[in-house]
T-cell receptor
């Protein structure tokens, strides 16, 4: 299938380093945020989420930080591996049921 | 555990033709939605549904119709395909919580309109 996201912002990191992917969201009323990972030719997969009453949440090798003051979200990946190479999207729940996605960032992991 | 299933995987249409992209989920999710993904544009919400018999428009609804006659199925119809509708289409479903509605995606349908 055709590749998507050919013109996305790109982050290139060395294997073993930490990665930080940033996202600005649009709606100050959004109360739930999610990070998704999309590998080539596949649908987005859920990574981690955070509610607006939190500013940090940790998962396995991933941490999401939320700064509501400046409407900014970040995803930190510890000890980045080649399998982490993908496009990463942040998403916000606006109006409860509508989930709106950001433009995405392509992560390249150099071996 | 099938999750969200989309068909067809690939389709080529001529301008003006109609077709339906099928989507089914087996997780008893109330919320279903359709997104399109173009290069450099991320995912844009086309239509969504919060339950059987209820549909609503997303960010880019023009040129698409949907219906939700059952909880499981949420087909997307293109009544008169245009080249601008060439894209990858993703169906998604979620448990429908007002807050914290994590959604799960199908594998995508690649559509080319010539």
């Amino acid at each position: 299938g055709e590749s998507v996201g050919l013109h996305l912002p790109t982050l290139s990191v060395q294997e073993g380093d930490n990665s930080i992917i940033n996202c600005a969201y649009s709606n100050s009323a959004s109360d739930y945020f999610i990070w998704y990972k999309q590998e080539s030719g596949k649908g987005p997969q859920f990574i981690i989420d955070i509610r607006s009453n939190m500013d940090k949440r940790q998962g396995q090798r991933v941490t999401v930080l939320l700064n509501k003051t400046v409407k900014h979200l970040s995803l930190q990946i510890a000890a980045t591996q080649p399998g982490d190479s993908a496009v990463y999207f942040c998403a916000e729940n606006t109006g409860g049921f509508k989930t709106i996605f950001g433009a995405g960032t392509r992560l390249f992991v150099k071996a | 555990n099938a999750g969200v299933t989309q068909t067809p995987k690939f389709q080529v249409l001529k301008t003006g033709q109609s077709m339906t992209l099928q989507c089914a989920q087996d997780m008893n999710h109330e919320y279903m939605s359709w997104y399109r993904q173009d290069p450099g544009m991320g995912l844009r919400l086309i239509h969504y549904s919060v339950g059987a018999g209820i549909t609503d428009q997303g960010e880019v609804p023009n040129g698409y119709n949907v219906s939700r006659s059952t909880t499981e199925d949420f087909p997307l119809r293109l009544l008169s395909a245009a080249p601008s509708q060439t894209s990858v289409y993703f169906c998604a479903s979620g448990d429908g919580r007002v807050s914290g509605n994590t959604i799960y995606f199908g594998e995508g349908s690649w559509l080319t309109v010539v």
